[in-house]
C-alpha cells in the first residue's frame, strides 16, 4: 500500500501528460475551430483540465481503495484508522512509535490470535498461537512461499542477485556438504577464532574494554571464510571487513527499494551502498573464481571449501565469475550477522551475571576437553555452554515478525480464517519465546534452562538446533535454517575459547540497551565488554592459542 501511494503520484501525473496530449491534438484536428483568444481559453481548457484530472484521480484512489479493500486479510486491524490510505499510515506510525503495545493489543482483542499489523514499509498479518503457526508453516510453498518472503523482505533478486533469488542450489550445498565437513572443519575453526581473538581482544592483563559486537563480527567473518574460501582471504582484513559490510549494505539498501516502485529497483540498485560492496566482493574474490573456472582438470588440486562445492553444483547458467562471487556473498549474509548477533547476545547476558554462571560454563569447558585441546567431541559435551546459547536466543534474539511466508494463493486455517493470495503472514517471536505454556517463568533469564539431569548426569532437554514454534532463532516447518549445525558449533567454539583464555564482565552500571525499529530487534552493536587475560588457565590458553 506504502508503495501504491507512490503509483498513484506517478500514475497520475502520467494521466496528465496525456490529457494535455489528447487536448493539443485536439486543437490540431480541428482547425476550424480553434481555440478562443487568450482571455478566455486557456482559463476555461485549464479549468476542464483540472476538473477532469481530480475526477480521474478521485475514481482512480476509490478504485485502488476498493481493490485493496477486497484483498485486504479480512482479521483484526490493529491501530487502524477507517479511513482510506490514511488508516494504514496512522497504524503504520503507531506501531512504529509502540511496536510491543501494538501486538498486545492485537492479542487482546483478537478472538483467535491472528490480527493485522502495518509498518512503514507494508502490512503483515501476525499469527500468535503456536498451533496456529504450525498450521501455516506447514502450507506448501506453493501457497504460502519462504522464498518469496525472503526475496520480498530483503529485496533479494535486487540486493543480492536474480540467481541468489531463484535458484536456490545453495540449500543443498549447506545441507549436504557444509553440515557434514563440521568434524573435519573443526581443528581449522578452533585456529582461526584462536587467532581472530588474540588480534581483536589481545591478552589483556588487566581488565581492557572491547567493542565487543566489532570482535566478534570480524572473528565471525574469519572463522567462516576460512571454510567458505580458504586461508588467504580469510585472513584479509580489507575483504573481511567488504563482507561484514555487505550484509548491512543488504539491509540498508533493502529498506529504500521497498519504497521504489518495481520498475524502478534495478536502476536505483546501482547507486546503493550494496553495489558498491559488490564491486568490491568481486575484486578480492574474482580472480580465485577465475581461476578455479579456468581450470582443465576440476580434479586436480580441489580444495575441499564452500566456493568448490558451490561451482560443483552449480547450474551452467550459474558457472560465471560474478555470480559465484554473488552466491558466496550471499552465504555471508546468511551467516556473519546471524551468528554475531546471537552469540553477542549470549555473552552480554553472561557478563551481566558472571558470578552466577561463569564457573559452571568454564568447568565444563575445561572438563570437556580432550587431550587439553578443544575438539569436535570435546563441543559435543558442552550441555551448559549449548543451554545458555538458547536460553539467550530465546530471552534476547526476539523480534516481532519471523518465519515471513507471502501468500501465493489463498490459505485457510482450520478454524476458517483466510489468508487471502497477496498477503504477508509472519509469528511474533517475542510472543511465542515468552508463551507461559510452553515455559516456566517465560520473562525470568534462566541460562540452564534446557539441562536436565539423568543419572547424575546433565542432559539437554532441548538443544541450540532443535526448532520450534516457541523457539524461533532458526526457524521451523519446512525451511529450518541449513546452516544452523555450522553456526551453533562455531558459537560453542568460540564461547569455549572465550572462557579458557579470559575472565569478563560489563562495566559497572552498564546494560545493553534493546533496540526495536519495526518488527525487529536489533542488538547493542557499540556496548564495550571488559577482557582481562586469566592467568591461571595458561595450560589450555596454550593448546587454544
Ligand atoms: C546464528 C546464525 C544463524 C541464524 C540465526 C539463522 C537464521 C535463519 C532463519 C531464521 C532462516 C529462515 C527460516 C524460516 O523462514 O523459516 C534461515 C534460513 C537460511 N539460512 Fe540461516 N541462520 C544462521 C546461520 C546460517 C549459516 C551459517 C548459513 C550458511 C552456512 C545459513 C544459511 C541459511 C540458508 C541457505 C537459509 C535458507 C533456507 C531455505 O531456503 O530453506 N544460515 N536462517
Known amino acids: 500500500?506504502?508503495?501504491?501511494?507512490?503509483?498513484?503520484?506517478?500514475?497520475?501525473?502520467?494521466?496528465?501528460?496525456?490529457?494535455?496530449?489528447?487536448?493539443?491534438?485536439?486543437?490540431?484536428?480541428?482547425?476550424?475551430?480553434?481555440?478562443?483568444?487568450?482571455?478566455?481559453?486557456p482559463t476555461m481548457t485549464q479549468a476542464t483540465w483540472i476538473r477532469s484530472i481530480g475526477w480521474s484521480l478521485t475514481i482512480f484512489v476509490l478504485a485502488r481503495w476498493f481493490s485493496y479493500y477486497r484483498r485486504a486479510p479480512k482479521v483484526l486491524a490493529v491501530g487502524f484508522w477507517p479511513v482510506p490510505y490514511l488508516g494504514s499510515w496512522v497504524a503504520a506510525i503507531k506501531f512504529m512509535l509502540w511496536p510491543v503495545d501494538m501486538v498486545k493489543e492485537g492479542i487482546k482483542k483478537s478472538k483467535n490470535g491472528i490480527f493485522r499489523i502495518a509498518t512503514l514499509n507494508d502490512e503483515f498479518v501476525l499469527v500468535t498461537t503456536k498451533d496456529k503457526v504450525a498450521e501455516y508453516l506447514k502450507a506448501s510453498d506453493s501457497v504460502l512461499s519462504m522464498q518469496d518472503g525472503a526475496n520480498d523482505q530483503q529485496q533479494i533478486p535486487f540486493t543480492m542477485g536474480f540467481g541468489v533469488a531463484y535458484r536456490t542450489y545453495h540449500n543443498i550445498v549447506v545441507r549436504k556438504k557444509i553440515t557434514p565437513s563440521i568434524p573435519a572443519f573443526t581443528p581449522i575453526m578452533v585456529d582461526e577464532i584462536s587467532a581472530a581473538l588474540t588480534q581483536e581482544i589481545g591478552t589483556p592483563q588487566d581488565y581492557k574494554p572491547i567493542t565487543f559486537y566489532r570482535a566478534i563480527a570480524m572473528t565471525v567473518a574469519r572463522t567462516s571464510n576460512r571454510v567458505y574460501v580458504g586461508k588467504s582471504l580469510a585472513t584479509h582484513e580489507a575483504y573481511l571487513q567488504n563482507a561484514t559490510d555487505y550484509a548491512q549494505a543488504v539491509v540498508v539498501s533493502a529498506e529504500i527499494l521497498r519504497l521504489v516502485p518495481h520498475w524502478l529497483k534495478s536502476t536505483v540498485v546501482k547507486f546503493l551502498p550494496v553495489t558498491t560492496c559488490m564491486k568490491k566482493a568481486v575484486a578480492y574474490l574474482g580472480p580465485q573464481v577465475e581461476e578455479r573456472l579456468s581450470r582443465k582438470d576440476s580434479n586436480r588440486n580441489r580444495e575441499d571449501d564452500l566456493l568448490q562445492w558451490l561451482l560443483d553444483e552449480a547450474p551452467p547458467i550459474e558457472k560465471t565469475v560474478y555470480q559465484l562471487v554473488e552466491r558466496v556473498m550471499a552465504l555471508n549474509v546468511a551467516s556473519i550477522h546471524t551468528t554475531t548477533m546471537t552469540f553477542t547476545a549470549a555473552i552480554y547476558s553472561l557478563a551481566l551475571e558472571p558470578e552466577k554462571y561463569m564457573d559452571t560454563l568454564r568447568d565444563e569447558v575445561i572438563n570437556s576437553l580432550e587431550d587439553g585441546k578443544i575438539s569436535f567431541g570435546s563441543i559435543q559435551k558442552l550441555v551448559h555452554v549449548d543451554s545458555f546459547l538458547r536460553e539467550s536466543a530465546r530471552y534476547n534474539v526476539a523480534g516481532l515478525m519471523a518465519m515471513q511466508r507471502n501468500a501465493k494463493q489463498s490459505f485457510t486455517f482450520s478454524d476458517g480464517t483466510v489468508i487471502p493470495a497477496g498477503a504477508k503472514v509472519g509469528a511474533p517471536t517475542l510472543i511465542l519465546q515468552r508463551d507461559a505454556s510452553s515455559y516456566e517463568n517465560p520473562q525470568d533469564f534462566e541460562g540452564f534452562r534446557f539441562v536436565s539431569t539423568r543419572d547424575g548426569q546433565p542432559e539437554l532437554s532441548k538443544s541450540m538446533v532443535t526448532t520450534g514454534t516457541d523457539y524461533h532463532l532458526y526457524g521451523h516447518g519446512r525451511h529450518p535454517c541449513p546452516g544452523r549445525f555450522f553456526a551453533t558449533h562455531e558459537m560453542k567454539i568460540l564461547f569455549a575459547t572465550l572462557l579458557l583464555r579470559y575472565d569478563f564482565k560489563l562495566k559497572s552500571g552498564a546494560k545493553p540497551q534493546e533496540i526495536r525499529i519495526g518488527t525487529m530487534a536489533i542488538p547493542d552493536t557499540t556496548l564495550e565488554v571488559l577482557f582481562k587475560a586469566v592467568p591461571s588457565l595458561k595450560t589450555a590458553t596454550k593448546l587454544t592459542a
Not at 506517478?10 to 483568444?37: N, Q, W
Request: with cysteine; proline share 10%.
Open 1 to 41: 500500500m506504502r508503495v501504491s501511494i507512490t503509483y498513484i503520484i506517478v500514475d497520475s501525473m502520467a494521466m496528465a501528460e496525456t490529457m494535455r496530449y489528447k487536448l493539443s491534438i485536439a486543437g490540431d484536428y480541428f482547425p476550424d475551430h480553434p481555440c478562443p483568444p487568450d482571455s478566455t481559453s
